[in-house]
T-cell receptor, first 111, second 109 residues
Framework: GAVVSQHPSWVICKSGTSVKIECRSL??????MFWYRQFPKQSLMLMAT?????????EQGVEKDKFLINHASLTLSTLTVTSAHPEDSSFYIC???????FGSGTRLTVV | AQRVTQPEKLLSVFKGAPVELKCNYS??????LFWYVQYSRQRLQLLLR??SRESIKGFTADLNKGETSFHLKKPFAQEEDSAMYYC???????????FGGGTRVLVKP
């Protein structure tokens, strides 16, 4: 079946640095991918829709300059958390294939 | 605006007992409803979607447009059903999902 690979599975970074998270569709092409955020013991909240070859569409309240999304190919979307702060610590999850197949998530801890 | 509500944060049942997870939604158009399951330390997995009208792992869910509900049911819970369950809605805007708060199911032996 369809597989979405997300890397890294966890990352720890210092405040002020930037972190890149990759989301790959392994056996299919994805013109659209979605990025979600999940705080501990809370549900998933959509952050943005990543569109291959064009700008991402961000949900209300999500800072586009802080969460940079690049979807340069049909199998790869990246989310870069810029100038990370401790409040950015969260679980980030991507989805693809019509939005119904999810990656395994990336746990980001900013210290 | 679209919204999904799962009123129960935790459901604890004994093995073999029926289990029902409630999900209510708010959406002005014709939604597509899903149930996802997340087992411990695993990724989110699609359990079922209302347009498929399938029964997966013994679970069923019926979309009730009058009551705007999509409750998940299983007549005989198993220990391996212990997991986090999320109800989700997709509207017209290209397959992005709105999730409910999730219900943790604990099936006791």
């Amino acid at each position: 079946g369809a597989v979405v690979s997300q890397h890294p599975s966890w990352v720890i970074c210092k405040s002020g640095t930037s972190v890149k998270i990759e989301c790959r569709s392994l056996d299919f092409q994805a013109t659209t991918m979605f990025w979600y955020r999940q705080f501990p013991k809370q549900s998933l909240m959509l952050m943005a829709t990543s569109n291959e070859g064009s700008k991402a569409t961000y949900e209300q309240g999500v800072e586009k300059d802080k969460f940079l999304i690049n979807h340069a190919s049909l199998t790869l979307s990246t989310l870069t958390v810029t100038s990370a702060h401790p409040e950015d610590s969260s679980f980030y999850i991507c989805s693809a294939r019509d939005g119904y197949t999810f990656g395994s998530g990336t746990r980001l801890t900013v210290v | 605006a679209q919204r999904v509500t799962q009123p129960e944060k935790l459901l604890s049942v004994f093995k073999g007992a029926p289990v029902e997870l409630k999900c209510n939604y708010s959406y002005s158009g014709s939604p597509e409803l899903f149930w996802y399951v997340q087992y411990s330390r695993q990724r989110l997995q699609l359990l079922l979607r209302h347009i498929s009208r399938e029964s997966i792992k013994g679970f069923t869910a019926d979309l009730n447009k009058g009551e705007t509900s999509f409750h998940l049911k299983k007549p005989f819970a198993q220990e391996e059903d212990s997991a986090m369950y999320y109800c989700a809605l997709s509207g017209a805007a290209g397959n992005k999902l709105t999730f409910g708060g999730g219900t943790r199911v604990l099936v006791k032996p």
